[in-house]
C-alpha cells in the first residue's frame, strides 16, 4: 500500500524506537522491493550506546602510514533481491558470511549459533566456540548490558518490523584475498533473534555502513589503517552485482561531487538543488529538496522518493517526452504505477525513448541519468518499464535508493564531507581505475535471492563462461517445484504443466526440461530445466534476466487442480563443457567412421571390377542333347 495512514504509522513507530534507545537509523529504509511504500526517517538523531570512543580516539583519524583499502565484489541485485551483499569472513579460522551492504544501518551482525530464533540463511550460523580469536564484548559503563550484567548487547528495529537482537563480540574480520587491507579485529553482532524479513532473507545479515561507532567503516578508521571513506558501485538494468571500496580510492577526474554535511543528518546527505528532465529544469522552489532530513542517500533502498510537489512535476515531464509510448497498468494492481510500452528489450536504446534527466547540486555540478537509473522492468509486459521514483508521501524528504545509481561509481568521501559520482559499467570498474580485482565468488555464477533461492548474479567474476564481450553464457537456468499432489495423481497432466509453465514464462514448450521428480510423503518435488530456444548453446544475459523476473516475482500461475505450489531454488548453469574423454571418444569414432568409409568403398570398387571382368568373358553356344533336353524340362505342364 502507499496511502498516507501508512507513512504515519511507520513515523510513529520510528518516535517510539527513538525514545526507548533503538538504532532509528534503521528506520530510513525498506528493502523489501515487494513494497513501494514512502521511506520513513527518523525525527532524532540515532543513539548508538553500545559502544563509545573516547575523545581522544574521535580526534585521531590521521592514519599512520600509507592508506590501504579493501575491494570487495558486490552479489545479487537491487531490484530482484532488494539488496546487494558482499562477502565477510569471521573468527580464526575464517567463516564466510554474504552481508547486506547498508549505509543506512550502524552495526554488523550474523547469526550466532546459540540463536534461539534465526532463520535458515545463505551460510552456517557463526561458531564462537570454533574461533580461536573470539572474544565477548564484557558489561561496560559505554553499552547496553544482559539481565545478568555480564555482556554487553544490541538490539535493532526496522521500519517494516524486522528487527536483530543479540550480544556483542570481538573477533578477527577478513575482507578476502586479493584485499590490501589486512584482517582486522573489529566488534560485531552476533544474533539470538530475528524477525520479519531479516528471519526470512537468505543474505546472512547486515554489514552496516553508516554513521556510528559500530559500524565496520568507522571502527577501520579508528584504527587508522584506512582513511575515512568508501565506496559502492551497482551494476545496471541487465547486470546485477557490482564492487565496493572501503578506505580510499583515487577519484577519476570527471568524477562529480558534491557537499555531504554530517551535522545536517545523521545520514548522509547530497545538496541537490534542482533535476532536469530532457533539458528543462523543473518548475520547484529550489528548497523542495532541503526539507526535512534533505536529500539521502541509502543503498538499502530500492526505489527513489520525491517530495509531493518535485514528484508531480517529474512524473509530468516524463510522460511529456515519452508520448510515442503507450502508457499501460503496472505488473501489480495494488500500485498505481506509471508504465510505459514499445520501448524494446534493448536496454541500450532506451534513450531514444525516454528523456535524460539531470540533478543539479549546490555547486552547479550536474549528474546525468540515463533511462535505467529512474526506470524498472515491467514483469509481465516484454518490453515495458515504470518509473522507479514515487512520491514519498507527506514526508518531505528526499530519498535516493540503489535505482538513481546504476554503473555509477559513488565514493563516501566522509573525511571531506563530500560525496562523489562517476558514470561507469560497474562490472568493469577494476580495470577503469586501474586496480586489481577481487576473487571470483566461490558459488561461480549462482548467488542467492531474499527468499532463500539460488540466484543469479549475471556479473562478470572470472568465472567460466565470461566472454570479453560483457556476456554471461548462460547455458540453462534451474528452479524447483513443490506441489500438494501426489506423484501417481500428478503423472498424468506433467505435459499440462509443461506447457503451463512455458506459458508463464513467456518462451518455447521445448525449452522446459523435467530434470527429476521425487515425493515426499504426499506432495511432489520437481527440477524443471530451461534451456536456450531452438539450437543455440546459451542464453542472452536479456533472455535469462527475463526469465527469472517472472520467476522471483512469482509471475508462474497454475490452476488449483495442482493445489499448492511454491517455487524456490532459482539458478543458472554455464554451457555444458565436453571432457578431454568426449573429445577422445569423438576422434575414434570419427577415425573409425572414415576406416569404414574407406573400407566399404574399396569393397565396392572390387565388386564393380569383378563384374567387369566377368562381363569380357566370350559368350559359348551350347549345343548339347542333354542341354537341349534339360531346356525342355523346364517348360510348363500341359
Not at 535471492?449 to 543469479?456: A, E, K, L, R
Request: proline residues 6%; glycine residues 8%; hydrophobic residues 35%.
Amino acid at each position: 500500500m502507499k496511502p498516507a495512514s501508512f507513512t504515519a504509522t511507520f513515523t510513529i513507530l520510528c518516535i517510539i524506537f527513538t525514545l526507548v534507545d533503538y538504532d532509528v537509523v534503521s528506520c530510513l529504509h525498506f528493502s523489501d522491493t515487494s513494497h513501494r511504500t514512502a521511506m520513513v526517517l527518523p525525527l532524532f538523531p540515532p543513539k548508538d550506546t553500545s559502544v563509545r570512543s573516547s575523545p581522544s580516539q574521535l580526534s585521531g583519524r590521521l592514519l599512520q602510514k600509507s592508506p590501504v583499502n579493501a575491494q570487495m565484489a558486490l552479489h545479487d541485485d537491487l531490484l530482484i533481491n532488494g539488496y546487494y551483499t558482499t562477502r565477510l569472513w569471521i573468527g580464526t579460522p575464517p567463516q564466510r558470511f554474504a552481508l547486506i551492504v547498508d549505509t543506512g544501518s550502524t552495526v554488523t551482525y550474523v547469526p550466532c549459533s546459540t540463536c534461539e530464533q534465526c532463520g535458515k540463511h545463505q551460510d552456517p550460523r557463526f561458531q564462537p566456540e570454533m574461533s580461536s580469536t573470539y572474544q565477548p564484548v564484557k558489561c561496560n559503563i559505554d553499552c547496553t548490558c544482559d539481565n545478568e550484567r555480564e555482556q554487553c548487547i544490541y538490539e535493532r528495529q526496522y521500519a517494516e518490523m524486522s528487527s536483530s537482537s543479540g550480544v556483542l563480540g570481538q573477533d578477527v574480520v577478513s575482507f578476502g584475498n586479493q584485499s590490501e587491507l589486512a584482517p582486522q579485529r573489529a566488534v560485531f553482532g552476533c544474533e539470538n533473534r530475528e524477525t520479519g524479513d531479516l528471519y526470512s532473507q537468505h543474505a546472512d545479515g547486515i554489514m552496516g555502513l553508516g554513521r556510528g561507532d559500530l559500524s565496520i567503516v568507522d571502527q577501520l578508521v579508528e584504527k587508522h589503517v584506512i582513511s575515512d571513506s568508501f565506496s559502492l558501485c551497482y551494476g545496471g538494468m541487465d547486470f546485477g552485482g557490482g564492487a565496493m571500496v572501503l578506505g580510499g580510492i583515487k577519484p577519476p577526474a570527471d568524477m562529480v561531487f558534491t557537499n555531504s554535511d554530517p551535522g545536517r543528518s545523521p545520514y548522509y546527505n547530497i545538496e541537490l538543488k534542482e533535476i532536469h528532465v530532457a533539458g528543462k529544469a523543473l518548475s520547484l522552489n529550489p528548497r523542495v529538496f532541503d526539507g526535512n532530513h534533505g536529500t539521502v542517500l541509502d543503498s538499502g533502498t530500492t526505489y527513489a522518493y520525491l517530495p509531493e510537489a518535485a514528484f508531480e512535476a517529474f512524473k509530468s515531464a516524463v510522460m511529456k517526452a515519452a508520448l510515442s509510448l503507450k502508457l499501460i497498468e503496472g505488473p501489480d494492481p495494488n500500485y498505481k504505477d506509471i508504465c510505459f510500452s514499445g520501448a524494446g528489450s534493448d536496454i541500450s536504446q532506451l534513450s531514444k525513448s525516454f528523456p535524460p534527466v539531470d540533478m543539479v547540486f549546490s555547486n552547479g555540478k550536474k549528474l546525468s541519468l540515463s533511462p535505467e537509473n529512474y526506470l524498472f522492468r515491467h514483469s509481465k509486459v516484454r518490453g515495458a518499464y515504470c518509473l522507479g521514483i514515487f512520491q514519498n508521501g507527506k514526508d518531505a524528504t528526499t530519498l535516493l535508493g540503489g535505482i538513481i545509481v546504476r554503473n555509477t561509481l559513488v565514493t563516501y568521501d566522509r573525511q571531506h564531507e563530500m560525496v562523489g559520482f562517476w558514470k561507469t559499467n560497474c562490472s568493469d570498474l577494476w580495470n577503469r581505475l586501474n586496480l586489481s580485482p577481487p576473487p571470483p565468488s566461490p558459488s561461480g555464477l549462482v548467488n542467492t535471492n531474499s527468499t532463500g533461492s539460488m540466484y543469479p548474479t549475471l556479473v562478470p567474476t572470472g568465472s567460466p563462461g565470461y566472454n570479453a564481450s560483457g556476456e554471461i553464457k548462460v547455458g540453462f537456468i534451474t528452479f524447483y517445484m513443490s506441489l500438494s499432489v501426489n506423484h501417481l495423481d500428478l503423472n498424468p497432466h506433467m505435459t499440462e504443466l509443461t506447457h503451463l509453465i512455458a506459458q508463464e514464462l513467456d518462451i518455447n514448450f521445448s525449452q522446459v526440461h523435467l530434470m527429476n521428480l521425487s515425493t515426499k510423503g504426499n506432495d511432489s518435488l520437481i527440477k524443471w530445466a530451461i534451456y536456450p530456444a531452438g539450437s543455440a548453446n546459451y542464453m542472452t544475459n536479456a533472455a535469462a534476466v527475463e526469465i527469472i523476473h517472472r520467476l522471483a516475482e512469482n509471475r508462474v500461475r497454475l490452476p488449483d487442480t495442482f493445489g499448492s505450489y511454491k517455487l524456490f531454488e532459482w539458478g543458472i548453469e554455464p554451457p555444458p563443457k565436453r571432457s578431454g574423454w568426449w573429445r577422445s571418444y569423438l576422434i575414434v569414432v570419427i577415425a573409425l567412421s572414415v576406416v569404414l568409409i574407406v573400407g566399404l568403398s574399396a569393397f565396392v570398387g572390387w565388386l564393380i571390377w569383378r563384374r567387369g571382368k566377368e562381363s569380357a568373358v566370350p559368350y559359348e553356344r551350347v549345343e548339347s542333347v542333354e542341354s537341349v533336353v534339360r531346356e525342355q524340362e523346364l517348360q510348363p505342364l500341359k
